[in-house]
Nanobody, 122 residues
Framework: QVQLVESGGGLVQPGGSLRLSCAAS????????MKWYRQAPGMQRELVAAITSGGFTDYADSVKGRFTISRDNAKNMVYLQMNSLKPEDTAVYYC????????????????WGQGTQVTVSS
């Protein structure tokens, strides 16, 4: 059973930094794209950043230049370094990944973590 577990959320002042981590565990054959989403209260979940297995990255316009996504393929980890945080970055952040559970799988399956709260406030 594949699991994604996020960590690293918390309360930070505006202008501060946080680093989120997401660990993929369980029976996995390969991991394709890994992403970070966020959802603020009363808002739809939005894509924050994505990274392919080869390291190609993409970001939402609202976080470009402030957030950096990275991954460690050997450890099945994805990270989100968040700098210059703003109150509008406050949300639950979710890890997402496309994973083939075993070599027989024909398609990648989508998995989600349980989320980690990030609150930016003075």
């Amino acid at each position: 059973q594949v699991q994604l577990v996020e960590s690293g959320g918390g309360l930070v002042q505006p202008g501060g930094s946080l680093r989120l981590s997401c660990a993929a565990s369980g029976s996995m054959f390969s991991i394709n794209i890994m992403k970070w989403y966020r959802q603020a209260p009363g808002m739809q979940r939005e894509l924050v950043a994505a990274i392919t297995s080869g390291g190609f990255t993409d970001y939402a316009d609202s976080v470009k230049g402030r957030f950096t996504i990275s991954r460690d393929n050997a450890k099945n980890m994805v990270y989100l370094q968040m700098n210059s945080l703003k109150p509008e970055d406050t949300a639950v952040y979710y890890c997402n990944a496309l994973i083939k559970p075993d070599y027989r799988a024909r398609r990648y399956q989508e998995y989600w973590g349980q989320g980690t709260q990030v609150t930016v406030s003075s």
